[in-house]
Nanobody, 116 residues
């Protein structure tokens, strides 16, 4: 079955870096767009970054442009989110998402906390 397993979250200091990983299985990873979302309590889940399947083009939320980089390794069926220059407002649960032809599959989420 479809599985998305995130890892790499944790505690980082402001200005620091973290790299999230999302290991996928159960579907044809290389032909699907992948994305990262985040959510804080009481707010809607928001799109952070998306990477397409074919050209590998990317798009970012304005709040993370220039600081976060999404990438994918189709051989490893893994999508990454490199987060740099972290800010306290980046604190959230980060979710990996797969677009399975209009059906959206979610991982379990990984907590990122940015605090000194």
């Amino acid at each position: 079955q479809v599985q998305l397993v995130e890892s790499g979250g944790g505690l980082a200091q402001p200005g620091g870096s973290l790299r999230l990983s999302c290991a996928a299985s159960g579907f044809s990873f290389s032909v699907r767009a992948m994305s990262w979302y985040r959510q804080v309590p009481g707010k809607e889940r928001e799109l952070v970054a998306i990477i397409t399947s074919t050209s590998g083009s990317t798009r970012y939320a304005d709040s993370v442009k220039g600081r976060f980089t999404i990438s994918r390794d189709n051989a490893k069926k893994t999508v990454y989110l490199q987060m740099s220059s972290l800010k306290p407002e980046d604190t959230a649960v980060y979710y990996c998402n797969a677009d399975l032809g209009g059906i959206y599959w979610w991982g379990q989420g990984t907590q990122v906390t940015v605090s000194s």
